[in-house]
């Protein structure tokens, strides 16, 4: 092992798939997000999500579509970017489905010398202004001309700029979206899908909806909304909230999903010196932390080029079950943490996982539940174990 490495429990992610499958039969097909390397995670893990049921995934690029196929070859593969002209030819080997962001992307592909026939996903924009058609007319004459031509309309989606919690944003996207396709029939269209994994689990299946993406919630994170809890402070929270929503007629949020999700990527380091420091001395890097009294540090081989963030104040490392706060700043390859008489050498330190959740490691850092995964994830090696 090296010194600081994450690790990736297969079966966690297998598991997390089979309970969020059997809670949402509503949506028929279930698009697993694996851009950004999978969350972090690896195309390693992919045949994880594959066991667990996931038959459809997406992934942002080219690139990233060859390093999935490297691991399954016969899912089906939806690239949510727009593929460059010049990479036609490699989306059709990898046998990619394109989203088309609009028309003139459309005719551009319609007279790209490549014959193979393409599945496509229309990209509605409905609020989120970035990729996707504004202009109904144009939605449908993109419709005509697929049909028209040897590719086939098996996908039309949108993509939330909001949770939908008490904000008439998300509410207006749908029916923005409903109004942009009113020229289609979207029941010829097998999937159509409108959010990600907060609109799946905060709301209710819309009626057009056939399909979902889920991404976070695939390697382990509730994102469901929290119930307002005891005290007078919440109860006026409930009260206003109700009342906004019955003002705006805003659709209903499910809060408090009761489903057990399992992170999947934990991170560990070792004790690569442990010291005495007495009180009045300096830790770190512009002396940054000053001892109050003799206390006894261990210095870790982890820093900011592990994607952890810089930093230090209010973090903890779990050794042996009990936390432990870092001192001073944390450095490049670096930090140190204050500990005790228990610690020693050979014990493993925690740095996600265990009693640190990705929440708590989300705070710490500065950075978002996302963010946690791609940080832990990429920037350090990875060892896959699956439960016995
Ligand atoms: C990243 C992404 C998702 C996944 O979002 P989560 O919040 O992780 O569930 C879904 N749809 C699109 C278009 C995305 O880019």
Do not use: W
């Amino acid at each position: 092992m090296t010194d600081t490495y994450t690790i990736i429990n297969l079966s966690n992610l297998k598991h997390n798939v089979e309970a969020l499958l059997a809670k949402y039969p509503e949506y028929k097909t279930h698009i697993g997000i694996v851009k950004g390397d999978a969350y972090g995670h690896g195309y390693e893990a992919i045949n994880a999500l594959y066991e667990g049921g996931i038959r459809y995934f997406a992934v942002s690029s080219v690139d990233e579509a060859e390093d999935f196929r490297r691991h399954n070859k016969s899912a089906k593969l939806l690239c949510l970017e727009p593929v460059a002209m010049d990479r036609i030819d490699d989306a059709a080997e990898l046998n990619l489905t394109l989203a088309i962001p609009d028309l003139d992307y459309l005719e551009q592909l319609l007279k790209n010398p490549c014959k193979h026939a393409f599945s496509l996903h229309l990209q509605i924009d409905s609020g989120f202004n970035r990729l996707g058609f504004k202009d109904k007319q144009e939605v449908k004459k993109a419709a005509d001309l697929i049909d028209a031509s040897i590719h086939t309309l098996e996908g039309i989606y949108q993509h939330y700029a909001t949770a939908g919690i008490f904000d008439p944003y998300y509410d207006a996207q749908t029916a923005r979206f409903k109004e942009l396709t009113s020229l289609l029939d979207l029941s010829r269209i097998p999937l159509v899908h409108l959010g990600s994994g907060i609109a799946m689990m905060a709301h209710p299946k819309d009626e057009i909806a056939t399909a979902t993406r889920m991404g976070l919630v695939m390697y382990g994170y509730n994102i469901s909304p929290e119930s307002y809890g005891g005290g007078i402070k919440n109860k006026l929270r409930a009260a206003r909230d109700k009342h906004f929503q019955k003002k705006y007629h805003l659709s209903e949020t499910i809060r408090d999903v009761e489903i057990d999700l399992k992170p999947a990527i934990s991170m560990k380091t070792r004790i690569i010196q442990l010291k005495d420091v007495k009180a009045g001395e300096h830790i770190g890097y512009s002396a940054g932390f000053e001892a109050a009294e003799d206390i006894r540090i261990a210095v870790l081989p982890v820093g900011y080029n592990n994607g952890i963030g810089h930093n230090g104040s209010g973090r903890v490392v779990e050794i042996k079950g009990k936390l432990y706060p870092v001192v001073g700043a944390v450095g490049m390859n670096m930090m140190c943490v204050k500990v005790d008489k228990d610690v020693s050498y050979d014990d493993e330190v925690t740095l996600l996982g265990g009693r640190i959740t990705l929440g708590m490691f989300s705070r710490f850092s500065g950075l978002g539940l996302a963010e946690v995964m791609l940080g832990v994830g990429k920037n350090n090696k990875r060892y896959y174990v699956q439960d016995q």
